[in-house]
């Protein structure tokens, strides 16, 4: 399999992640359908969060046995172990306490008026960019970012098998990853979806982007250098971010009917596992 091919189906594994972006541009869907919506969105990411730990956390075991067993001294394992617990502080507590700033923004900014209807420059300031995005398309840049860290450790696999020849791997993993894709895309828009503001289709791309796009990295990356610590640290990374986000989407399930949060998830759990499933029947 050439460079070009490689680099083409991740390409192709990335940008299945599209087919989910327009459930964010959803009118006024019905309230139980909004809800249901957010929480198999959670579902899927609850899964992501599973799948990911568990690969994240393969080297690091190997390396517990191998220093229990002699094979290995105690540096592969204490290497691991940092890359895993720092990664998941990271991923986490960068998202907490970036939300917390976001928030110190905001209100230092709504303090400072000079009159009635008039707002000072530095209200103006603090309103630009990110921080004057509505809830809803902050919590899916929060995802599309949680996603894409995933995304770009797939792609290092894929990269990594295609480099050492073993072409029925890679294309494989690029299905699998593909199908993974495809229900992480509307894992990013199913909290835009009836939002005050209507996304734009820029907005909606940029998302994918940001969660696809380093499919495509991570394989050309992969295809010539392969490294195990490297994808230790992304997935782990990915891990604390959607963890912080499977967080806030169920404190907002939990104000709606709580059977609709469970169907929710447990289709989106579904969704997931099956998805793993035809994946792992076709022989990965």
């Known amino acids: 399999m050439s460079t070009a091919q490689v680099l083409l189906l991740g390409l192709v594994a990335g940008a299945t992640i599209l087919l989910g972006l327009p459930i ?21 990411l609850v899964f992501l969060l599973w799948d990911v730990l568990a690969a994240a956390f393969g080297p690091l075991e190997v390396a517990a046995v191998g220093w229990h067993s002699g094979d290995s001294g105690p540096a592969p394992l204490a290497g691991y172990s940092l890359l895993f617990f720092g990664g998941l502080a990271v991923g986490l507590m960068g998202l907490v306490y970036y939300e917390l700033w976001m928030s110190r923004r905001m209100a230092a900014g709504k303090a400072r008026k000079f009159g009635p209807g008039a707002m000072a420059a530095t209200e103006v300031a603090a309103r630009r960019g990110v921080i ?40 494989l993993l690029i299905i699998g990853f593909a199908l993974h894709n495809a229900t992480e895309g509307f894992g990013i828009t199913a909290p835009l979806a009836g939002a005050e503001e209507r996304p734009t289709w820029s907005f909606l791309m940029t998302m994918g ?76």
């Open 24 to 44: 964010g541009r959803l009118r006024r869907p019905a309230p139980v359908l909004k809800q249901l919506l957010s929480a198999s969105a959670t579902g899927v």
């Open 132 to 171: 004057a995005w509505s809830s809803a398309k902050r919590l899916a840049l929060m995802i599309a970012v949680g996603i894409g860290l995933h995304n770009f450790a797939e792609g290092l696999a894929i990269g990594g098998a295609a480099a050492k020849g073993e072409v029925a791997l890679a294309t």
């Open 209 to 284: 982007l940001i969660g696809g796009g380093p499919t495509f990295v991570g394989t050309l990356i992969g295809h010539s250098v392969t490294s195990e610590p490297i994808s230790v640290a992304f997935l782990t990374l990915a891990a604390g971010s959607i963890m912080y986000v499977v967080v806030q989407l169920i404190g907002v399930g939990l104000k709606g009917r709580r059977e609709l949060l469970g169907w929710g998830l447990l289709i989106g759990l579904s969704a997931g596992f099956l998805t793993d499933l035809i994946v792992s029947t076709a022989g990965v």
